[in-house]
């Protein structure tokens, strides 16, 4: 069974950073796209960031949300597993569940439909 489990959220300071990290198990996810969503309070899930691999570059690629690109950084190290995401310019909007999610299939990387596998999601609280 594929599970993908956040950690790093909490309660920030307005202007301060965040650091999330996904951690997969399961099944190595070299080849499949991973990306950060975040639902805000009483809104629908919003993309943040995702990376994908190009078979034919043999590189990843990093895709950001148009309103956050200057102040995300996505990472992911598939010899751990793992997935990174950093925000700096931490605003009060930017509180959200942050949730890691994992697809194997095509479709578009910006919607959530588009993924097959979610973690339970992170709390991160950002006061003014």
């Known amino acids: 069974q594929v599970q993908l489990v956040e950690s790093g959220g909490g309660l920030v300071q307005a202007g301060g950073s965040l650091n999330l990290s996904c951690a997969a198990s399961?099944?190595?996810?070299?080849?499949?796209?991973m990306g950060w969503f975040r639902q805000p309070p009483g809104k629908e899930r919003q993309f943040v960031a995702s990376?994908?691999?190009?078979?034919?570059?043999?590189?990843?690629?990093?895709y950001l949300s148009d309103s956050l690109r200057d102040r995300v950084t996505i990472s992911r190290d598939d010899a751990k597993n793992t997935m990174s995401l950093r925000m700096n310019g931490l605003k009060p909007e930017d509180t959200a569940v942050y949730y890691c999610?994992?697809?194997?299939?095509?479709?578009?990387?910006?919607?959530?439909?588009?993924?097959?596998?979610w973690g339970q999601g992170t709390q991160v609280t950002v006061s003014s």
């Open positions: 990376t994908l691999w190009s078979a034919t570059d043999k590189m990843y690629y990093a």
């Open positions: 999610a994992a697809r194997t299939g095509g479709g578009p990387l910006r919607q959530p439909d588009s993924y097959d596998y």
């Open positions: 399961g099944r190595t996810f070299s080849t499949y796209a």
